[in-house]
Nanobody, 126 residues
Framework: QVQLTESGGRSVQAGDSLRLSCTAS????????MGWFRQAPGKEREFVAV????????HYADSVKGRFTLSREHAKNTVYLQMNNLIPEDTAVYYC???????????????????WGRGTQVTVSS
């Protein structure tokens, strides 16, 4: 059974950069699509980005396109979310999840993910 652990969240200033990591463990081969969602206080969990098992396909939410970059390192069973030019609206708990789909019309839907991590807090002050 796969287990996902996020790390890297902290408090930063607007305009700063941050890199989140999500490491998979549990014995399964790291051959699945991986995604990030985030949830701000009082709001629903929303899609951020997803990467295919090979790393060749990446989809981003419009709100982060051009600022965030998702990549993966198979040797470390880890995906990285590089977040640049952070704004206060990026403040949220960030969760990684195993994505069952990579089609763009489906990756934004929570039910197409399983094996969520516990999340890491990102706070951006102005």
């Amino acid at each position: 059974q796969v287990q996902l652990t996020e790390s890297g969240g902290r408090s930063v200033q607007a305009g700063d950069s941050l890199r989140l990591s999500c490491t998979a463990s549990g014995g399964e081969k790291f051959t699945y699509n991986m995604g990030w969602f985030r949830q701000a206080p009082g709001k629903e969990r929303e899609f951020v980005a997803v990467i295919s098992r090979s790393g060749s396909i990446v989809h981003y939410a419009d709100s982060v396109k051009g600022r965030f970059t998702l990549s993966r390192e198979h040797a470390k069973n880890t995906v990285y979310l590089q977040m640049n030019n952070l704004i206060p609206e990026d403040t949220a708990v960030y969760y990684c999840g195993r994505a069952k789909e990579i089609r763009s019309e489906l990756v934004t839907q929570l039910e197409t993910y399983d094996a969520w991590g516990r999340g890491t807090q990102v706070t951006v002050s102005s």
